[in-house]
């Protein structure tokens, strides 16, 4: 029986390519399993099964785990003793440790054709999963190439070969894209994950990388460095925005990724399901990649607002629908490539717009300055679009007005500073008309974060306090209904002893 140890160890490792310590592992499990079903209670037991790597003889040994003599941490007495109990097991027993006990050995005979086999089959499956692991754990984030094994409501299954299986979910699959088994398909590695059942290799062909990845499949020059492919949108299957840029000035990036007669993105495209890709060359003026960005639709005019990272942009009244595209398709694969948020609109509602904001603007240097409208005017034509400018930019930008004099540039200046500084001083009378008072502050067993919480709806005040009800307390995160009741009760004391 040693010997057939030994044997099935031998056959098992060559036919699944597993190593020979994981079968023993396995085997030890088994053996260990059987030995314990022989005895009474022996399911609560702790049992281990050494088998000699070299020989095939195993010995079987009872174990414990040894808990001080205090400890009332143990809930199994048939694997675990206290230390004096361990300690006539095994004189040199510690705390922490095991002590051992040989016992009689199972028959590997009586098991090969149940247990053992059980498990072994179950040790193998879960070294081959952990060696897919490995193997691809390094190669996320890169194309993975395979054949299609079945396909469910759920997504497709990809056979990668050597045991590996690729899950393309149906989320990540490719709109109305037609794939049936044994069709070659290319997918993007998104994530390796270790789980005991199901796919761990999750791939997908909607993301934005998997273009990347086949451009640089497709084109050496990306695939060598000399042209970058800094960012890209899609809509799948349908349309897509990739910008990129040459490392070379010899080298037009966007000729290249095209191919002769369009070969090289015609690849890419049939790859994807027939999705139109746009390439679009990148600057780094964000205007500028903006406007490339919209193609093929045409530019007339852009407004940047770098505060709220936006730009508008003005087409001509004609070509409206091309720049949004079907769907708002074009302004929001722009939006995506470019990271703006885009707004498009006609030249004649973006010069409205633009009349409108400098309208407003005008009125409100008006105001807030006490200046006439000449004045605001010539403000907001000179770029100004905030008091703070005016207060704070260097007075020789000002002085270079040549409407303004040292002495309107002067007082135009001081009258900003005011402004902010009223403005300052009507925030911090706010904000202490939000604190909580000091007589709520002191409440006995009021927290300074459960009175800023009171503050903010109002309840400022141990009169205030004293006026709730617990249910109107009861929308403040960690306040429970006892501690709200005890102290509305304390606010309301005051009130007791007055009408005694």
Not at 253 to 265: D, E, N, Q, T, Y
Not at 492 to 497: H, I, T
């Amino acid at each position: 029986m040693n010997k057939e140890i030994l044997m099935v160890v031998e056959a098992v490792s060559n036919e699944k390519g597993v190593d020979k310590e994981v079968i023993f592992e396995a085997l030890e499990a088994a053996l260990a399993s059987a030995a314990r079903k022989k005895e009474k209670n022996g399911e609560l037991w702790d049992v281990r099964v050494a088998i000699n790597r070299k020989t095939g003889d195993y010995d079987t040994y009872r174990r414990w785990k040894v808990f001080a003599d205090d400890s009332r941490e143990i809930e199994n007495p048939e694997a675990e003793l206290r230390l004096e109990d361990a300690l006539e097991v095994d004189k040199e027993a510690v705390v922490g440790g095991c002590v051992e006990q040989p016992m009689e050995s199972a028959a590997f005979g009586r098991i090969a054709a149940q247990q053992a086999k059980q498990v072994i089959v179950q040790k193998v499956r879960e070294a081959e999963r952990a060696q897919v692991v490995e193997q691809y754990k390094d190669r996320v984030g890169q194309l993975i190439s395979g054949v299609v094994k079945r396909i469910d409501r759920n997504g497709i299954y990809i056979d990668l070969g050597g045991n590996a299986e690729g899950f393309v979910a149906r989320s990540d699959m490719i709109p109305r894209e037609q794939l049936k088994p044994q069709d070659r398909v290319k997918a993007f590695l998104r994530e390796v994950r270790s789980e005991p059942r199901g796919p761990q290799l999750f791939m997908t062909r909607t993301a934005p990388e998997f273009l990347i990845e086949l451009f640089k499949l497709e084109v050496p020059e990306v695939g060598q460095g000399l042209i970058n492919i800094l960012g890209a949108a899609r809509d799948p299957g349908v349309r897509a925005k990739i910008a990129v840029r040459s490392n070379d000035p010899r080298i037009d990036p966007v000729g290249a990724c095209v191919g002769m007669r369009g070969s090289r993105v015609q690849a890419v495209s049939n790859e994807i399901a027939g999705e139109r890709v746009d390439i679009i060359p990148y600057t780094d003026n964000a205007a500028q990649f903006v406007i490339n960005a919209m193609s093929p639709a045409e530019v007339q005019s852009i407004v940047v607002d770098e505060d709220s990272h936006s730009m508008d942009i003005a087409v001509a009244e004609d070509k409206l629908s091309q720049a949004i595209g079907r769907g708002g398709q074009n302004i929001r694969l722009a939006s995506q490539l470019t990271g703006w948020e885009l707004n498009v609109m006609t030249a004649s509602d973006a010069e409205a717009k633009s009349e409108s904001e400098a309208r407003a603007l005008i009125e409100q240097f008006q105001k807030q300055l006490d200046v006439d409208e000449n004045v605001a005017t010539i403000l907001v034509q000179e770029g100004f679009s905030t008091i703070e400018e005016v207060a704070y930019v260097p007075a020789a930008e000002l002085a270079s007005i040549e409407e303004f004099d040292e002495d309107i540039v002067r007082e135009l200046r001081t009258r900003a500073r005011d402004v902010l500084l009223t403005q300052a001083i009507a925030s911090e009378e706010t904000l202490d008309q939000q604190m909580p008072a000091e007589d709520l502050l002191t409440l006995e067993g009021m927290k300074p974060d459960l009175a800023l919480a009171l503050a903010t709806r109002g309840i400022r005040t141990r009169d205030d306090l004293a006026d709730q009800a617990v249910d109107d307390l009861m929308d403040i995160q960690g306040l429970t209904p006892e501690e709200a009741g005890a102290l509305i009760m304390k606010a309301r004391a005051p009130l007791f002893e007055s009408q005694r």
